[in-house]
Protein backbone atom coordinates (compact mmCIF):
# COMPACT_ATOMS: atom_id res chain seq x y z
CA UNK A 1 0.00 0.00 0.00
CA UNK A 2 1.34 3.61 -1.15
CA UNK A 3 1.40 6.38 1.05
CA UNK A 4 -1.45 7.94 -0.80
CA UNK A 5 -3.62 5.19 -0.56
CA UNK A 6 -2.72 5.03 3.34
CA UNK A 7 -3.80 8.92 3.52
CA UNK A 8 -6.98 8.38 1.50
CA UNK A 9 -8.23 4.97 3.50
CA UNK A 10 -7.54 7.13 7.06
CA UNK A 11 -11.16 9.03 6.44
CA UNK A 12 -12.63 5.64 5.84
CA UNK A 13 -11.61 4.07 9.03
CA UNK A 14 -12.43 6.63 10.70
CA UNK A 15 -15.92 6.81 9.72
CA UNK A 16 -16.16 3.12 10.55
CA UNK A 17 -14.77 4.21 13.90
CA UNK A 18 -17.49 6.32 14.38
CA UNK A 19 -20.19 4.33 12.84
CA UNK A 20 -19.13 0.91 15.21
CA UNK A 21 -19.57 3.84 18.53
CA UNK A 22 -22.91 4.48 17.17
CA UNK A 23 -24.15 1.23 16.72
CA UNK A 24 -22.55 0.74 20.28
CA UNK A 25 -24.26 3.27 21.57
CA UNK A 26 -27.38 2.39 20.17
CA UNK A 27 -27.54 -0.67 21.44
CA UNK A 28 -26.71 0.45 24.80
CA UNK A 29 -29.95 2.75 24.82
CA UNK A 30 -32.02 0.01 23.48
CA UNK A 31 -31.44 -2.31 26.30
CA UNK A 32 -31.96 0.08 28.62
CA UNK A 33 -35.32 1.25 27.30
CA UNK A 34 -36.42 -2.52 26.95
CA UNK A 35 -35.59 -2.74 30.74
CA UNK A 36 -37.16 0.07 31.58
CA UNK A 37 -40.21 0.11 29.63
CA UNK A 38 -42.25 -2.42 32.24
CA UNK A 39 -41.97 0.36 34.52
CA UNK A 40 -42.87 3.12 32.48
CA UNK A 41 -45.88 1.16 31.74
CA UNK A 42 -46.80 0.02 35.22
CA UNK A 43 -46.53 4.54 36.16
CA UNK A 44 -48.63 4.69 33.04
CA UNK A 45 -51.21 2.32 34.13
CA UNK A 46 -51.36 3.56 37.65
CA UNK A 47 -53.17 7.11 36.50
CA UNK A 48 -55.58 5.85 34.35
CA UNK A 49 -59.12 7.25 34.78
CA UNK A 50 -60.66 3.81 33.99
CA UNK A 51 -61.50 0.83 35.81
CA UNK A 52 -61.14 -1.75 33.37
CA UNK A 53 -57.36 -1.06 31.45
CA UNK A 54 -58.47 0.58 27.84
CA UNK A 55 -56.03 2.28 25.30
CA UNK A 56 -56.44 5.13 24.81
CA UNK A 57 -57.75 5.85 28.56
CA UNK A 58 -60.81 8.26 28.71
CA UNK A 59 -58.53 10.33 31.26
CA UNK A 60 -56.15 10.29 33.85
CA UNK A 61 -56.52 10.36 38.03
CA UNK A 62 -54.52 9.76 40.98
CA UNK A 63 -57.86 8.75 42.92
CA UNK A 64 -55.76 4.76 42.43
CA UNK A 65 -53.40 5.87 45.03
CA UNK A 66 -55.88 7.44 47.00
CA UNK A 67 -57.78 4.06 46.84
CA UNK A 68 -54.44 2.18 47.66
CA UNK A 69 -53.99 4.41 50.94
CA UNK A 70 -56.96 3.83 52.07
CA UNK A 71 -56.74 0.14 51.93
CA UNK A 72 -56.18 -0.88 55.53
CA UNK A 73 -54.27 -4.49 53.38
CA UNK A 74 -52.14 -2.54 51.55
CA UNK A 75 -50.36 -0.43 54.44
CA UNK A 76 -50.43 -3.04 56.92
CA UNK A 77 -48.20 -5.64 54.48
CA UNK A 78 -46.18 -2.83 53.80
CA UNK A 79 -45.49 -2.48 57.21
CA UNK A 80 -45.33 -6.25 57.83
CA UNK A 81 -42.89 -6.80 55.11
CA UNK A 82 -40.62 -4.02 56.12
CA UNK A 83 -40.46 -5.39 59.44
CA UNK A 84 -40.04 -8.84 57.97
CA UNK A 85 -37.37 -7.53 55.84
CA UNK A 86 -35.67 -4.83 58.76
CA UNK A 87 -34.99 -8.27 60.73
CA UNK A 88 -33.85 -10.77 58.08
CA UNK A 89 -31.41 -8.43 56.65
CA UNK A 90 -29.90 -7.72 59.82
CA UNK A 91 -29.71 -11.36 60.87
CA UNK A 92 -28.32 -12.15 57.76
CA UNK A 93 -25.20 -9.65 57.45
CA UNK A 94 -24.39 -11.27 61.33
CA UNK A 95 -24.72 -14.89 60.26
CA UNK A 96 -23.27 -14.07 56.54
CA UNK A 97 -20.11 -12.60 57.55
CA UNK A 98 -19.31 -15.10 60.38
CA UNK A 99 -19.78 -17.88 57.62
CA UNK A 100 -17.97 -15.88 55.05
CA UNK A 101 -15.27 -15.19 58.11
CA UNK A 102 -14.90 -19.22 58.19
CA UNK A 103 -14.84 -20.20 54.67
CA UNK A 104 -12.30 -18.03 53.61
CA UNK A 105 -9.80 -17.37 56.49
CA UNK A 106 -10.03 -21.20 57.37
CA UNK A 107 -9.59 -24.49 55.47
CA UNK A 108 -10.96 -27.59 56.76
CA UNK A 109 -12.79 -30.60 55.52
CA UNK A 110 -16.14 -30.08 53.47
CA UNK A 111 -15.84 -26.47 53.77
CA UNK A 112 -16.85 -26.94 49.79
CA UNK A 113 -19.49 -28.70 50.65
CA UNK A 114 -20.66 -26.25 53.52
CA UNK A 115 -20.62 -22.90 50.94
CA UNK A 116 -22.37 -25.01 48.50
CA UNK A 117 -25.05 -25.75 50.98
CA UNK A 118 -25.15 -21.94 52.13
CA UNK A 119 -25.43 -20.78 48.14
CA UNK A 120 -28.13 -23.56 47.38
CA UNK A 121 -30.99 -21.56 47.83
CA UNK A 122 -30.38 -19.09 45.15
CA UNK A 123 -30.39 -22.41 42.85
CA UNK A 124 -33.49 -23.49 43.86
CA UNK A 125 -36.92 -22.33 42.63
CA UNK A 126 -39.02 -20.14 45.46
CA UNK A 127 -41.75 -22.36 45.29
CA UNK A 128 -40.04 -24.96 46.29
CA UNK A 129 -38.21 -24.07 48.86
CA UNK A 130 -41.67 -22.78 50.18
CA UNK A 131 -43.16 -26.19 50.47
CA UNK A 132 -40.16 -27.36 51.70
CA UNK A 133 -39.85 -24.88 54.53
CA UNK A 134 -43.64 -25.48 55.39
CA UNK A 135 -43.40 -29.37 55.51
CA UNK A 136 -40.03 -28.52 57.73
CA UNK A 137 -41.93 -26.79 59.96
CA UNK A 138 -45.08 -29.15 60.36
CA UNK A 139 -42.15 -31.75 61.67
CA UNK A 140 -41.01 -29.63 63.88
CA UNK A 141 -44.21 -28.55 65.55
CA UNK A 142 -45.09 -32.16 66.35
CA UNK A 143 -41.82 -32.91 67.65
CA UNK A 144 -41.80 -29.97 70.32
CA UNK A 145 -45.18 -29.25 70.10
CA UNK A 146 -45.31 -25.45 69.60
CA UNK A 147 -46.63 -23.50 66.97
CA UNK A 148 -43.95 -22.24 64.64
CA UNK A 149 -46.09 -21.83 60.76
CA UNK A 150 -48.12 -18.76 60.73
CA UNK A 151 -45.67 -17.14 63.54
CA UNK A 152 -43.49 -13.66 62.95
CA UNK A 153 -40.36 -15.59 63.88
CA UNK A 154 -41.26 -18.45 61.96
CA UNK A 155 -41.76 -15.99 58.78
CA UNK A 156 -38.83 -14.36 59.59
CA UNK A 157 -36.25 -17.73 60.15
CA UNK A 158 -37.57 -18.77 56.80
CA UNK A 159 -36.43 -15.21 55.43
CA UNK A 160 -32.69 -15.27 56.88
CA UNK A 161 -32.26 -18.49 55.10
CA UNK A 162 -33.18 -17.35 51.90
CA UNK A 163 -31.09 -14.63 52.30
CA UNK A 164 -27.85 -15.42 53.51
CA UNK A 165 -26.42 -16.62 50.47
CA UNK A 166 -26.24 -12.88 49.01
CA UNK A 167 -24.28 -11.98 52.15
CA UNK A 168 -22.03 -14.99 51.75
CA UNK A 169 -21.44 -14.41 47.97
CA UNK A 170 -20.97 -10.71 48.09
CA UNK A 171 -18.73 -10.83 51.15
CA UNK A 172 -16.50 -13.62 50.33
CA UNK A 173 -15.72 -12.34 47.20
CA UNK A 174 -14.57 -9.23 48.86
CA UNK A 175 -12.65 -10.94 51.71
CA UNK A 176 -10.66 -12.47 48.57
CA UNK A 177 -9.74 -9.47 47.30
CA UNK A 178 -8.44 -7.62 50.88
CA UNK A 179 -5.34 -7.21 51.47
CA UNK A 180 -3.84 -9.47 55.14
CA UNK A 181 -0.89 -7.47 55.21
CA UNK A 182 -3.08 -4.87 57.00
CA UNK A 183 -4.75 -7.00 59.42
CA UNK A 184 -1.46 -8.90 60.22
CA UNK A 185 0.34 -5.70 61.04
CA UNK A 186 -2.32 -4.44 63.39
CA UNK A 187 -1.76 -7.74 65.03
CA UNK A 188 2.00 -7.39 65.38
CA UNK A 189 1.59 -4.22 66.66
CA UNK A 190 -0.69 -5.82 70.04
CA UNK A 191 -3.92 -5.92 68.46
CA UNK A 192 -5.89 -8.88 69.07
CA UNK A 193 -7.42 -10.81 66.66
CA UNK A 194 -11.08 -9.60 67.29
CA UNK A 195 -9.85 -6.05 67.73
CA UNK A 196 -8.14 -6.29 64.20
CA UNK A 197 -11.32 -7.75 62.66
CA UNK A 198 -13.85 -5.23 64.04
CA UNK A 199 -10.94 -2.21 63.97
CA UNK A 200 -9.34 -2.90 60.39
CA UNK A 201 -11.25 -5.63 58.35
CA UNK A 202 -14.82 -5.23 59.25
CA UNK A 203 -14.16 -1.48 57.78
CA UNK A 204 -12.80 -2.45 55.11
CA UNK A 205 -16.19 -4.76 54.12
CA UNK A 206 -18.06 -2.04 54.65
CA UNK A 207 -19.13 -1.66 50.05
CA UNK A 208 -19.81 -5.91 50.69
CA UNK A 209 -21.99 -5.29 53.64
CA UNK A 210 -24.01 -2.53 52.28
CA UNK A 211 -24.67 -4.11 48.92
CA UNK A 212 -25.51 -7.30 51.11
CA UNK A 213 -27.65 -5.86 53.67
CA UNK A 214 -29.71 -3.94 50.41
CA UNK A 215 -30.07 -7.34 48.76
CA UNK A 216 -31.02 -9.26 51.82
CA UNK A 217 -34.14 -6.16 52.37
CA UNK A 218 -35.13 -6.48 48.95
CA UNK A 219 -35.21 -10.40 48.50
CA UNK A 220 -37.06 -10.07 51.43
CA UNK A 221 -39.16 -7.39 51.00
CA UNK A 222 -40.21 -8.63 47.46
CA UNK A 223 -41.17 -12.33 48.26
CA UNK A 224 -43.99 -14.44 47.89
CA UNK A 225 -43.53 -18.16 47.21
CA UNK A 226 -41.90 -18.52 50.77
CA UNK A 227 -44.35 -16.56 52.75
CA UNK A 228 -47.34 -17.52 51.43
CA UNK A 229 -47.49 -20.72 53.06
CA UNK A 230 -45.95 -19.09 56.23
CA UNK A 231 -47.91 -16.40 57.02
CA UNK A 232 -50.75 -17.13 59.74
CA UNK A 233 -54.06 -15.14 60.28
CA UNK A 234 -54.22 -11.48 60.87
CA UNK A 235 -50.55 -11.06 59.46
CA UNK A 236 -50.06 -10.77 55.79
CA UNK A 237 -46.89 -9.38 53.44
CA UNK A 238 -47.37 -6.72 50.65
CA UNK A 239 -46.76 -9.35 48.02
CA UNK A 240 -49.34 -11.50 49.51
CA UNK A 241 -51.88 -8.68 49.64
CA UNK A 242 -51.32 -8.21 46.45
CA UNK A 243 -51.99 -11.21 45.25
CA UNK A 244 -54.89 -11.37 47.15
CA UNK A 245 -56.20 -7.68 46.36
CA UNK A 246 -55.94 -9.09 42.06
CA UNK A 247 -58.64 -12.32 43.05
CA UNK A 248 -61.14 -10.08 42.96
CA UNK A 249 -60.06 -6.72 41.40
CA UNK A 250 -58.61 -5.33 38.41
CA UNK A 251 -58.40 -1.97 38.40
CA UNK A 252 -54.99 0.30 38.26
CA UNK A 253 -55.17 0.16 41.92
CA UNK A 254 -52.01 -2.55 41.84
CA UNK A 255 -50.08 -0.05 39.75
CA UNK A 256 -50.44 2.25 41.84
CA UNK A 257 -48.99 0.02 44.86
CA UNK A 258 -46.62 -1.27 42.64
CA UNK A 259 -45.14 2.51 41.69
CA UNK A 260 -44.79 3.12 45.22
CA UNK A 261 -42.70 0.06 45.92
CA UNK A 262 -40.70 0.75 42.61
CA UNK A 263 -40.02 4.52 44.20
CA UNK A 264 -39.11 3.56 47.78
CA UNK A 265 -36.82 0.57 46.51
CA UNK A 266 -35.44 2.92 44.21
CA UNK A 267 -34.69 5.68 46.78
CA UNK A 268 -33.32 3.08 48.41
CA UNK A 269 -30.84 1.84 46.00
CA UNK A 270 -30.01 5.50 44.91
CA UNK A 271 -29.25 6.68 48.51
CA UNK A 272 -27.03 3.63 49.25
CA UNK A 273 -25.08 4.01 46.08
CA UNK A 274 -24.48 7.78 47.15
CA UNK A 275 -22.21 6.55 50.57
CA UNK A 276 -21.36 3.28 49.22
CA UNK A 277 -20.86 2.26 45.57
CA UNK A 278 -22.58 -0.85 44.76
CA UNK A 279 -20.36 -0.99 41.26
CA UNK A 280 -17.55 -1.94 43.29
CA UNK A 281 -19.32 -4.86 44.55
CA UNK A 282 -21.50 -6.76 42.14
Known amino acids: MTRQQGVMGLPWARARAKAGRLVYRSII ?10 LFFVLWFSVFQDAILT ?14 WENKAFLNGLIFSFQVATLAAAASLVLG ?5 GLIRYRFTGSGLINTLLLSPLLVPGIIVGVAVYLFYLRTENILDTDIVGSFWGLALAHVCLTIPWTVRLVSASMVGLDGTIEEAARNLGASPIVAFFKITLPMLRPALVAS ?9 ENLELSLSLVGPGYTTLPIAIMQYLEFNLDPTLAAVSTVQIVILGAVMLITDRYVKLSRVI
Not at 55 to 68: D, E, H, L, Q, V
Open 29 to 38: VLAYVFMLCP
Open 213 to 221: GLFCFIVSF
Open 55 to 68: FPPSGYTFKWYINA
Open 97 to 101: VLAAL
